[in-house]
């Protein structure tokens, strides 16, 4: 277990940011972890911290109205977020980029590069940065990079302001430098007190000495309150009597005080002190030149050693929750994989991460091992899991014509222990936000390393996908007489697995699209996805001259039995449960006639409906 409170930030709260910190928080000690999660989206942000949560996943609900407001947060505040947080993973997007260099295959790293770099524009402190994100190999490098280097140039304006224009003259003619202060407002202030707006240092000290009339204002507003505790309780300042004695003492003796006067820590309110350049040569002549070079130079140091004290570890922790079961997966993952540099730091930011697991994980599950083989170990996973399903569908294709069975296959071959049983069932097609995107980021690394052969073997699996799409809908097309024009169509299902409202490349898009084109009128049920989802979705998918004929042709239905009444065809897209269960007897009798039945992801009892009276067709078998 951890020997100190741990303070985590997820940058993004998509799929994977929301359900991985909620399972966090909910599985480690509240009074040990708090998680805070956040998103330039405020839409989502409002979903998260609301009863209706941006994402369906069963289980999700329940964690997450328990842990809120205890040790889980829900932020549009970066800063914040960012600032306080010990450790900070990066959970946002890698789609496939669209334009430019690698459009259409390499990995988009725009999302993750901007995160890294609101990181090191608001971190004071060292942090343990974790890639979550699917990322190309050597994303960590670049990280790393952006980190060290953004880190370096902030040291660099800092100074050059500093040395420019940020020199004021109080009352009593010292000249005080507001810019180091300023700087430092961020960072230091919190050290000393609580600092929420209605409650800064100028406000504290304000109301502290309001009856010291002989001490300037401005006198109170640059005090530097080092060392000095000043606690607030409500509207009352608490302060120590030797620290009221000393803070009184120093406020009054610089009264005489025409030297240049450091400010470690002061309140926001100095800001309104800065000096234009020509108050500056003017307040640069009472003082010599060398005095502002020493003081400047002091003061640089300073400034330096503090951000050089800055360090960041970089560890990358992909994720491998599935959609629809992720809470579950969450709990009990087959493996956690951390990958670190093998330096000291790099294994001690390792072995946090491994406490922070452990709270929930077996030990024996949470697997360390190095940068490079973590980030590809995520790709490959998920090219492995990828490259089975067009294997078997390729399968299917070929028990379509020879009359033989996929399902038998997948059976048979799968008692084979070296094979295994999970993960073979032939269906229209894969979908999801990854398996393409991350196959595709596969092929463009391969190629990018002069490996056409290697990019080209993972490129089949991704046209062997879109093959078995495209003959599933042929076939819809030759069953209904070679003529859809004006026929109605029920599809059941549009996300791209069940238990999830999630489409992204959701093999259903594509057959809707296609009956469209061809004149359908689609009656379309999913029990979860939004209409406004599936609009979206047609109209993103459709070519801009046919957008407003497919959605006019479209209509999104309540239930299973509204989208098949009077239609001539249901297509089945998506596996959900409910499917298998409804009465289809009663569905075959408001058909017009003949009704078929195309099922898509194998879930029905095809000799049933046969007998019924449905004409049915089936992914990977003749009925
Ligand atoms: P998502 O699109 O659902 O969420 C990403 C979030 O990041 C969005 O809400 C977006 O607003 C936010 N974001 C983008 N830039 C930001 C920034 N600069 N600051 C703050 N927030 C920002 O994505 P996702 O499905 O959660 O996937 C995230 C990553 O995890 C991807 O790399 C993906 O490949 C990987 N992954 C996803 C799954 C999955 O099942 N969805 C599983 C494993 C791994
Ligand atoms: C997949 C991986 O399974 C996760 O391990 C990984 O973390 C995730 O991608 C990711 O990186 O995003 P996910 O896409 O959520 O998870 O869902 P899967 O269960 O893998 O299903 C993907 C697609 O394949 C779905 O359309 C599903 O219906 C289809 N599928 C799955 C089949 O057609 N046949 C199968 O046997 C299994």
Redesign the pocket.
């Known amino acids: 277990p951890l020997t100190s409170s741990l303070n985590v930030c997820y940058i993004g709260a998509g799929y994977v940011g929301g359900t991985s910190s909620a399972v966090m928080a909910y599985k480690c000690p509240e009074e040990k972890v708090t998680v805070t999660v956040c998103d330039i989206d405020k839409k989502k942000i409002d979903a998260w911290n609301s009863n209706n949560l941006p994402i369906y996943e069963p289980g999700l609900e329940d964690i997450v109205k328990k842990q809120r407001g205890k040790n889980l947060f829900f932020t549009t505040d970066l800063n914040s977020a960012i600032n306080a947080a010990d450790i900070i993973f990066i959970s946002v997007g890698t789609p496939t980029k669209q334009r430019g260099f690698g459009a259409g295959e390499a990995a988009e790293l725009k999302y993750v590069e901007n995160a890294t770099r609101k990181i090191a524009q608001i971190s004071r402190n060292s942090k343990i940065i974790v890639e979550k994100s699917?990322v190309p190999c050597r994303t960590a490098e670049h990280i790393r990079t952006i980190l060290n280097t953004n880190k370096n140039s902030q040291i660099k304006n800092n100074i050059s302001n500093y040395t420019t224009n940020h020199y004021i003259k109080n009352n009593n003619n010292s000249i005080i430098n507001t810019n180091y202060c300023n700087i430092s407002n961020n960072f230091n202030i919190n050290n000393n007190i609580n600092n929420t707006p209605e409650n800064s240092n100028t406000y504290c000290i304000n109301n502290l000495i309001s009856n010291e009339s002989n001490i300037p204002h401005e006198r109170i507003n640059n005090h530097p309150f080092n060392n000095i505790n000043i606690n607030k309780t409500s509207d009352d300042v608490n302060i120590n009597n030797d620290d009221y004695t000393n803070l009184i003492d120093s406020l009054s003796l610089s009264n005489n005080d025409s030297t240049l006067t450091d400010i470690d820590s002061c309140s926001e309110s100095n800001t309104c002190f800065q000096s234009q350049d020509q108050e500056l040569k003017e307040l640069n002549k009472q003082i010599s030149d060398d005095e502002v070079d020493i003081k400047i130079k002091k003061n640089d140091d300073k400034l330096k050693n503090e951000k050089s004290l800055i360090h960041f570890e970089i560890l990358s922790n992909p994720?491998?929750?599935?959609?629809?079961t992720a809470i579950n997966d969450l709990l009990y993952p087959d493996r956690v994989l951390i990958g670190g540099e093998p330096t000291k730091e790099g294994k001690k930011a390792q072995n946090i991460l491994y406490q922070l697991y452990s709270y929930w994980i077996p030990k024996k599950k949470i697997i360390t091992m190095g940068l490079w083989s973590t980030e590809l170990s995520?790709l490959a996973?998920?090219a492995l899991?990828a490259q089975?399903?067009s294997s078997?569908n390729a399968l299917s294709a070929l028990c379509e014509e020879v009359g033989a069975d996929i399902q038998e296959i997948s059976y048979a071959c799968g008692l084979d222990s070296r094979i295994g049983s999970k993960?073979?069932?032939?269906?229209v097609?894969?979908?999801?936000?990854?398996?393409k995107k991350?196959i595709l980021n596969l092929v463009y690394l391969s190629n990018a390393f002069k490996l056409p052969e290697v990019a080209e073997y993972w490129k089949q699996v991704i046209i062997m996908n879109e093959y078995r799409k495209s003959k599933f809908i042929k076939n819809i097309f030759t069953k209904l007489f070679c003529t859809i024009s004006g026929k109605s169509i029920a599809v059941f299902g549009f996300s791209?697995?069940k238990d999830t409202k999630d489409t992204r490349e959701?093999?259903a898009i594509t057959v809707v699209i296609s009956l469209l084109q061809e004149g359908a009128i689609v009656k379309l049920y999913d029990p979860k996805v939004t209409k406004d989802q599936i609009l979206f979705d047609i109209k993103e998918n459709s070519q801009p001259q046919e957008i407003n004929e497919n959605i006019s042709n479209i209509i999104i239905c309540n239930s299973a039995y509204d989208a098949a009444y009077n239609s001539d065809a249901i297509v089945i897209c998506t596996?959900w449960d409910e499917f298998k269960s409804l009465d289809y007897k009663n569905i075959h009798n408001n058909m017009n006639k003949p009704a078929h039945i195309f099922d898509g992801r194998l879930i029905l009892n095809h000799q049933e409906l046969k007998k019924i009276g449905f004409n049915v067709e089936a992914i990977g078998k003749k009925i």
Request: net charge negative.
């Open positions: 699917t994720e491998f929750l599935s959609e629809g995520k996973a998920n899991l089975r399903i078997i993960f073979l069932n032939a269906s097609g894969f979908g999801g936000s990854c398996f991350d791209f697995k959701s093999a596996e």
